[in-house]
């Protein structure tokens, strides 16, 4: 049985949103100080200039950028999101410190954006048509006709906070060559792609205080619930195992 | 008034501040991009491609076991709770990935048993000569 260790993420990131950052004009030079103490090798600072700081780490395939309105931490290609935990929040850290902004967020979000492979684009919307996860109204056909490629994009929310979440295939094309050797299981040829975009419990319109700790516990627990979701989208869609499950 | 009038008061009049979008999601490219749905994705291949020196594996496996190290003592005090526990899962998963990626320190290993090995060579070279 497959578990959530299958899972192939195309984009993991968390970002949050401030206000006030514009000291951040006097201060991306002693910022990026900090985070290149913390961040330590292999990632490498890129010269800051007026809009944005940036640490590109090549290896794992992430990114940290910070700047006067907003702070990220991404990373591409990857079956979870655990780097991406361990390190978001101790940078998040140093910018709410360096640029007091800790007290005047206005959003934070997590999103993952996960991959299902499938053997073509056909395939994936006839998985999709046959999983009824996105079915037109009788009135829908009547006023654009039976669709030939669906889709879904919906915004929902309870106390855990709001959650934008999409479906749809995509078309995987690859430039320049082949997929790097580490990367040839994860990268497939067409997907469909399960779009998930957390969004912290907050008061819209108001600023906010975000520690490291409630930031830590927020990644955690999208990604669980990013989990459960994927394991049952993935049954709804009837994808066969990964060649790798040995049952 | 005149329009022209009009028009140089407009001219000196502060522009309103563009309100914030609080619906904006994380890493898009604005509002159309947000409601579309995605249909194509282009990976740039040699972007992705990566050399990673030994000095680099050590040092993210050295983070990593700093992290897995808090962790399993929260554990062994009973203090981890499940969504650590979960984290802790998928950590020990990524630590053992970059523990078998042996592709950036798998010549340099070779590299060190070739130069012990010229070394051995070498001194049972010289052992012969001497005794001859």
């Not at chain 1, 002693?30 to 292999?42: M, V």
């Not at chain 2, 929260?74 to 990524?94: F, M, V």
């Amino acid at each position: 049985m497959t578990d959530s260790a299958d899972l192939v993420l195309n984009q993991a990131v968390v970002e949050v949103q401030y206000d006030r950052g514009v000291v951040y004009l006097d201060k991306c030079g002693a910022l990026t100080l900090r985070l290149q103490d913390e961040l330590g090798r292999p990632f490498v600072p890129i010269p800051p200039n007026m809009e944005t700081g940036e640490f590109k780490n090549g290896a794992e395939r992430i990114a940290v950028r910070y700047g006067p309105k907003s702070f990220s931490v991404t990373q591409t290609w990857v079956r979870s999101p655990a780097r991406v935990e361990q390190l978001a929040p101790a940078a998040w850290g140093h910018v709410a410190d360096v640029l007091d902004v800790g007290r005047t967020v206005t959003r934070c979000g997590v999103r993952f954006q996960l991959v299902f492979s499938v053997e073509s684009p056909e395939d994936g919307e006839a998985r999709i048509a046959e999983s009824k996860l996105c079915v037109e109204s009788p009135e829908w056909i009547s006023a654009f006709g039976t669709p030939t490629s669906r889709g879904w994009v919906c915004v929902s929310e309870d106390h855990r906070g709001k959650l934008r979440s999409g479906l749809s295939v995509i078309q995987v094309t690859l430039e320049g060559g082949p997929a790097p050797s580490d990367l040839a299981d994860l990268i497939p040829k067409a997907a469909i792609l399960l779009d998930l975009d957390h969004v912290y419990p907050c008061v819209s319109g108001e600023h906010f205080g975000l520690q490291k700790a409630p930031l830590k516990d927020f990644i955690r627990a999208a990604w669980q619930r990013s989990k459960q979701t994927a394991m049952t989208i993935r049954k709804a869609l009837e994808l066969p195992d990964p060649p790798h499950v040995h049952h | 008034m005149s329009t022209t009038d009009e028009t140089a008061i407009d001219s000196i009049r502060p522009q309103p501040l563009q309100a914030p979008t609080y619906e904006r999601a994380s890493v898009s490219g604005g509002v159309s991009e947000e409601l579309q749905m995605r249909r194509s994705l282009t990976v740039d291949a040699p972007a992705l491609s990566r050399s990673v020196s030994t000095e680099d594996r050590e040092a993210i496996l050295e983070s990593l076991y700093e992290e897995r190290t808090e962790l399993t003592r929260a554990r062994r005090l009973g203090t981890l709770s499940p969504a650590d526990a979960d984290y802790l899962t998928d950590l020990n998963r990524y630590i053992d990935a970059w523990e078998k990626d042996e592709g950036a320190s798998s010549s340099d290993v070779w590299k060190r048993l070739e130069a012990i090995a010229s070394s051995v060579l070498s001194f049972q070279v010289d052992v012969e000569r001497t005794r001859k």
